[in-house]
């Protein structure tokens, strides 16, 4: 099967540019092996279900029809798909597309890509249906899909120099895990590849995340982007990058490098600006130790509720002293609840403090 992988690979490589190494880490990684799914004796791609995605593009009598049958609803990952291929189209495909043909090819992942349906028109197909075809057509159709799609979100080029970290970024999302990445950069060595990340060292690109990319966001905003400061430099910071490097002759690479940085620089208001810091209360894990804090301002405010009643047990402990162990129970019910709010306090305090520190942090330097 590697064999085989890497011989679609080459095909796909003079088409599409980019070293077949990495094409042929993407397949085994996304495939795990597997290219076909065996279906009623017939070779098939391998499939995902979306039942949001079905949910989404069907209405009335279709609608209900596809959740009483329970192949849509509107939360992602609602419908499960089953473990084995086979029945995740005998269950969920077959009965949808007796529903709505189109809507269903929409609404599943296709390939050792595992791109979705629901992309047929940016990918350059006249339809769904046409999609679909080059999926079934063979592996070779499989890898076009995919590579359509690498070509159309803007990752050729992280392909090009072997960048693992932009290419699971754009490719699988914010949510990637860094595993993600490591495998695919030692899969693409495996097969003969090269990381040539070397070259773009001290530079910003697709991946990284922190201070300097939360600056870098605030600066492209000042030329008109209208970016989301999060500090995740994921497609759309790239995006609002080349056309700002477009827009004033520099190389259009989706890389803040020194000709760019010193570019943006333009736009700020004094040299020695620090646009990428946060206060230690404007992070994410700032927010969440919050809840923390929080949490134990309840916990207080529940022991000062609780109180009367416990008054009220010591009260009746105190005339039924055969019962003093009520007493015990009331004294301990009380330390409990203000031990738990300080610690909940101190925890979110914590929590909030790390946050800060690693928000100083840019990850994913080269």
């Not at 009623?40 to 069907?58: A, C, K, T, V």
């Amino acid at each position: 099967m590697d064999m085989q992988i890497f011989t679609v690979a080459q095909a796909a490589a003079v088409t599409y540019g980019v070293p077949a190494a990495w094409i042929a880490a993407i397949i085994a990684k996304e495939s795990n092996g597997a290219v076909y799914a065996t279906v009623h004796g017939n070779r098939l791609p391998l499939i995902r279900w979306e039942g949001h995605y079905f949910y989404q593009r069907l209405k009335g009598a279709a609608l209900n029809m596809a959740v009483a049958k329970k192949l849509a609803a509107p939360k992602a990952g609602a419908v499960k798909n089953p473990k084995e291929q086979e029945k995740r189209w005998r269950k969920l495909v077959e009965p949808a597309c007796s529903i709505d043909m189109d809507a269903a090819h929409e609404s599943m992942s296709w390939g050792v890509g595992q791109v979705m349906g629901a992309h047929w028109k940016r990918l350059g197909f006249a339809s769904v249906a046409d999609l679909v075809k080059m999926a079934c057509s063979g592996l070779y159709g499989q890898v076009d899909v995919m590579m359509r799609y690498c070509r159309e979100f803007g990752l050729l080029d992280e392909l090009q120099r072997g960048d693992a970290l932009g290419f699971a970024r754009g490719y699988n999302g914010p949510k990637a895990p860094a595993s993600y990445a490591d495998d695919i950069e030692r899969l693409a060595l495996d097969y003969g590849g090269e990381v040539n990340t070397a070259g773009v060292a001290g530079m910003l690109r697709m991946g990284m995340r922190g201070a300097k990319v939360r600056e870098l966001q605030s600066l492209l905003n000042r030329t008109g982007a209208a970016l989301t400061v999060d500090s995740d430099f994921g497609p759309t910071t790239k995006d609002a990058l080349v056309i700002f490097q477009r827009k004033n002759g520099l190389k259009v690479d989706g890389l803040a490098g020194p000709e760019t940085v010193r570019a943006l620089s333009a736009y700020r208001v004094a040299p020695d600006e620090a646009l990428g810091v946060v206060g230690p209360l404007q992070t994410a894990e700032a927010r969440q130790g919050g809840s923390s804090i929080g949490g134990g301002v309840v916990v207080l405010e529940a022991a000062k509720q609780v109180q009367p009643y416990v008054d009220q047990l010591n009260q009746t402990a105190d005339k039924l002293q055969s019962l003093s162990s009520l007493s015990d129970l009331a004294g301990y019910a009380t330390t409990a609840l203000y031990v738990a709010g300080g610690v909940l306090i101190l925890g979110g305090l914590v929590w909030a403090g790390l946050g800060w520190l690693k928000s100083r942090r840019t990850d994913g330097w080269a």
